[in-house]
């Protein structure tokens, strides 16, 4: 086999050192290479140290595996003047049997000399601090839900079913009703009585959902989940006007993709943040859609095809896809509810959802590659694809319900 880079490093990365094999030709033999594994520490001085060593062996490449975030360190000082590439790990398995990190290392860098490795998207510094931003913001967002649920389940043990009434105990009417709760108020029409807006005309359920065995117990660990729930909404709120500043640059696309329905600000910067907004960097559609994670996977042998689930891809773009797919087919007249609707009668709502976000995707790689806005097709694309045959469905789904139709063409002139 060819080799692509005669002096190749190959780095096996845990949290306190890092396991790195150095493969160089053998200058007593022709053809042959010997491999050195030595261990270095994960300290910024250890890592300019391993930089300065691997310069002075002539290293032209340096294939790390990532391994949670301990590799950052090592990737952002050796990429000051090294060839490094970040490698997936499940790209790179050794074989089975053989398991160590200093055989790690080794094979890492055999398969860097062949050119058999292939490196990971790693953006440049401003969007890597964007990606922090809009990473922290996603993890509060769920934690604060998380406590709402807790407050549901406490509510729960107190007898009290606001949540069975109002859909969000949080927002106005209910959180009035909490604090009044927490205060020592008891009595449920009381209580009903400071429902606000759409709420006072569920007066008569809340009265009776708010009847129940609210304790001092209940009202202080409901003080201590409102208290945290308050504290991650500053940060939230701070979060989102930090993202704010830091997407300055990137405004022309966030116009853009807020024109695709069912993405809004919110997905639109998480888009952003995991993609740096750049195309270029991957050469179709389809490469997108496949690190995204929103394209079926590829198993066949001997000519069956078994599993075909998703690949795991960017949990953070796709959980982003995933709301925007959900918001895109509860949209009217769109091709993207067209799209969900055309499937999940027959494939369920999960794959009809998957099927949308992919379609959602590869809009995002045309439009961020044009510079185009987004153009909808329309809620009758898939009607008008294939006229004779929506018209035959729908005069068969008549002739089951008892009725005889005759189609007669209308006139264009008329």
């Not at 995204?292 to 896809?321: D, F, I, M, Q, W």
């Amino acid at each position: 086999m060819e080799i692509l880079h005669e002096r190749c490093a190959g780095m096996d990365i845990s949290k306190r050192d890092a396991k790195v094999c150095v493969r160089v030709p053998n200058p007593r033999r022709k053809g042959s290479f010997t491999a050195t594994t030595t261990t270095w520490g994960a300290t910024t001085g250890a890592v300019l140290d391993l930089r300065e060593h691997l310069l002075a062996a002539g290293v032209t490449l340096v294939a790390i595996e990532a391994t949670s975030d301990y590799w950052k360190g090592f990737y952002y000082l050796l990429s000051e003047g090294l060839n490094v590439i970040l490698v997936n790990a499940r790209q790179a398995k050794n074989l089975p049997g053989r398991k160590t990190d200093v055989s790690d290392a080794a094979w890492l860098a055999q398969l860097g000399a062949h050119g058999l490795l292939r490196a990971s998207f790693v953006p440049d510094e401003p969007v890597r601090e964007l990606r922090d931003l809009t990473r922290t913001r996603t993890h509060l967002t769920r934690q604060r839900g998380q406590i709402v649920q807790r407050l549901e389940k406490l509510l729960e043990d107190s007898g009290i079913k606001l949540s069975s009434v109002a859909s969000d105990i949080t927002g106005v009417s209910g959180r009035a009703m909490l604090e009044s709760l927490i205060a020592g108020e008891r009595d449920p029409q009381t209580l009903a009585d400071l429902a606000k807006r759409r709420m006072r005309h569920k007066i008569p359920e809340l009265a009776q959902a708010l009847d129940g065995r609210f304790r001092e117990h209940h009202a202080f660990l409901a003080r201590l989940h409102l208290d945290h729930y308050d504290q991650i909404t500053t940060a939230i709120d701070q979060l989102t006007a930090r993202i704010e500043e830091a997407m300055a640059p990137f405004r022309p696309v966030l116009e853009l993709l807020d024109t695709i329905p069912g993405i809004n600000r919110a997905v639109a910067e998480v888009v952003v943040a995991e993609t740096g907004g750049d195309m270029s960097r991957f050469p179709t559609a389809k490469h997108l859609a496949s690190w995204a994670g929103v394209c079926p996977g590829h198993h066949e042998s001997a000519g069956r095809a078994k599993s075909t689930k998703v690949r795991p891809g960017n949990p953070y773009l796709k959980g982003a896809l995933g709301l925007a797919a959900l918001g895109a087919s509860h949209t009217k007249d769109t091709f993207l509810q067209a799209r969900y609707r055309r499937l999940v009668g027959r494939r369920g709502m999960m794959k009809a959802l998957v099927a949308v976000e992919h379609s959602i995707i590869t809009a995002i790689w045309h439009m961020l590659t044009t510079r185009t806005p987004y153009h909808d097709l329309g809620g009758q694309y898939f009607a008008q694809l294939n006229p004779e045959r929506t018209a035959q469905r729908a005069i068969t789904q008549l002739n089951q319900l008892g009725y005889s139709v005759t189609l007669n063409p209308l006139d264009p002139a008329a």
